[in-house]
């Protein structure tokens, strides 16, 4: 037995059982007693697997075993008596529930008279909820209790999650896709029929592996008919399809048809429109849904019903006659249209049966699309497109659905096919009118003003300007349609550098009367950005705040929203509380889909929160999703994310990555002027990353890209507490007190203008001690600073001015608390700094940790080889990488020896070849 089971594949999902099989033989032996084990569960739960891996074990643990059915009773006798007299002992019989009474008799006086003996029984028999024919094998085996120890095994539950996910990958060979995973999970979990439909799947070609991934064939299933791809699940291999329907067969013919009609209605739907289509009350659709939700078809909400695998929808909506089915669409959507909230769901029906020239219908799914932009705008972007192949270009309805797509398109991310769309409407309608005409020129400008937006949030500056410009020019005086206009054009406006965007923004604001809600929020968005540039914190701050509460402007597509820059502006001033409270409200009110624009933004939003609190990992997280790395993403915002994993990987001390990332920044995202939001970020970053690679003197000439622009320097030093004390450091150490003054000067101006902001006070305090040697305002500014990084770098700044006093032991424990918190912080270049300053002062700190690794190759490469790898692949020398790495050049000889060895390889420029090789750590 113990051969066949090495043959087959491991047990999954049933660690738990295992353990308990596996603690009662070990109880058996020392107690010289017999134990009883009943192992109970489902058809094709996997008894039968688990007795045969439970025989392995005892086999391996010495026992003498023996397996078989209720009619071997008397062998097993037999074998008791003579084979397995001496030895502990392990009996598993298996489908009792099939035993007679006789036999059942004769085993429980078996189990008794062997009772004083070192013997583990396990006895399997498959559940039956829905007869009786349990009963009397309950009964017998309820009369040894008292008798003989006996316990349940614990619950044999549907395999699901991991577990499921392993098993196919091991009938596969790989992981499985997520389609597959669902359609082997709306099997119940119980591993027989998983195996047996992966095995068919397999044998008919359905299954296939991609890049690691065992998914579907593209041509396993049927591709959907026009038109039901709204909504609708997709189809599943006809295998599934016809092993689903012979379970549904035993269903009673009331839960069938309750089924059918819920396929129809859509998952999720509600009881009060299922229990009107099914025509019964309440009462009559409750034995329907309750053998439903036993036999895991569908699932309770706490207001609607669904299905629990779109798998399962599928098969029981193709088993509805397509002719029935379009006339239970209809009369759904008659029921649903007089429900309050019901215009979505009408749109949902009637897309799948809609005719060209049904303009009644076509208005229907084109409001039902409008309401959804806001909710789910992939499903109303879907509905509008398949209203418009319905109708004739060149019309003002068709126009109006245009608008209504590009917007659900730009919603969801999709930025390419809205302003592809919006393009070729205009196109159209400009051919389809007559010269001289101006044929629904307002809708036209509308869709251009969509368009912009698009465009905006794609990083086109220009082109969204020019479409804003032409919107307006058109909606001039129609203040209630020219919103989205407006705000694109302030926002182009701003971020060209033209300095009159703010002077329109407070212009909007003094004549609120003439402007929408929406209007006037984004115009306080650009006053607030104003103030931020005038160097007025507390100000700017406020009138964020002011705007975020004021935006109550319903389904417009939310372009700028105010609370983008409220978290940012939080986040640069220290108030981490508030700044993720925003941004969990920005949350709350976006889409639920995932991977759409709406699940980008919160990401870029919250990576230099996670990043200014010092959670490196978190931070790189949330950068990833943001950049667009593995999903949608928000051009316009990407920047921001690009830039804190370039931050990640300098303090991390991976430059050659840091300068990657500023690399993909610059070629993907060019910066129009110094009004862009990440020019001060990209600035300060790229001087950090200079003087990491050269000096001081270097990272000062960068810095001189600023020129005379009070308004770039005083951005730039509120770009992170700690950037203003750095630039001191840099001045000083660069010999130029006349840039250390310069930044001075332009702290004490953000002071002045921000008493109520400590994060800008820290900084200022932090900065002015640094220059003038001043012990007791650095040790009181390093209390001040909230920012965690702030105050590592004070206490290493506080340790300098106490060794130029003398005082080395208070300096050691500074520097000691510097080098701690750089570590916490993932900070391991500025860790390195210190604990170098530290040797020299002689003290020596251990800072290497134990892991496992290979004995060779990239993985087998500790942290500092690997960094030493990257420095001397890149073309450094001994030297240059050794200063680099605050280590010595003799150090760096002996990691590049341990590196030729475990890479087995003899040269810098075979290592410079390697490097590509690996991922990125």
Known sequence: MDSNVRSMPP????EVQLAQMSMLLYG???????KVLLVEGAPGIGKTRLLMEAAAIAERKGFAVASGVPAEIGETRTWLGKDAKRLPTMVALDDLQLASCSSLAELCDLIVASSDRPILWLLAFTSDRDTGQNESLKTSLGKLRGRVPVE???????????????????LTGAVPSPALLALADSLNGTPRAVIDLVQELMTDGDICTVDGTSRLQPDSHSAAPAGLDVCTPPPVPKRFSTLMQEDLRSLSAPTMTALRLAAVLGSPCAPEDLSALLGEGPVGLLAAVDEAVSRRLLVCGEHDLAFRSEPIWRVLLDSVPPPVCALLRRQAAEILLSRPDGLE???????????????????????????LLATDPSTAA?????????????????????????EAFTRAGKLDRAIALATDTIEESAQQTPPGQTAFADDIAELQASMSTALLLLGDIQLARQAAGAALATQEGCFERRGEAVITHLATSYLTGDNTAVEQAQKILRAPDYHTQAVQVGAMTFQALGQWHDGRVGDSVATLREAVALDRWGEDVQLLDPRWFLAFALTRTDEYEEAEAVVQSFVQTATAEVRTLADAVPAVLRAPLHLAQGHLDEAEKAARIGAGTDGPCVPMLAPQAWLVLAQIALRRGALPLAGDHLKTLEKNFPHYHSSSPWWASHLLLKAQLTEAQADSPAA?????????????LRELVLEDPAAAPWFVRCALAADRPDVARTVIDTTEYLRNHNQQVPAVLAAAMHARALAEGDLETLAEAGRLHRNPWARATAAEDHAGLLLTRGDHKTAISELDGAMSAYAALGGERDAARVRAHLRRLGVRRRHWTHAKRPASGWDSLTKTERKVAELVASGLTNQQAASRLFISPHTVGFHLRQIYRKLGIRSRTALALVRFKPSTP
């Not at 058996?28 to 017999?34: A, E, K």
């Not at 960068?702 to 770039?712: F, M, R, T």
């Open 11 to 14: 047990v999954r999902g049933r």
């Open 28 to 34: 058996v032996t020392p107690t010289q007693r017999s």
């Open 152 to 170: 349940p095994l614990r619950d044999l539950e549907p395999l699901s999650g991991d577990a499921l996910a392993q098993l196919v990958a091991d």
């Open 345 to 371: 769901r009408v749109a949902l029906q009637l897309v799948h049966i809609v005719k060209p020239g049904n303009t009644e219908e076509l208005r229907l799914i084109a409001e039902g699309a409008q309401r």
């Open 382 to 406: 879907s509905l509008a497109t398949r209203c418009l192949a319905l109708l004739p270009p060149g019309q003002a309805d068709y126009v109006r659905l245009a608008k209504i797509a590009v």
């Open 700 to 712: 000062i000439a960068v810095l001189a890209e600023i020129g005379v622009d009070d308004g770039a």
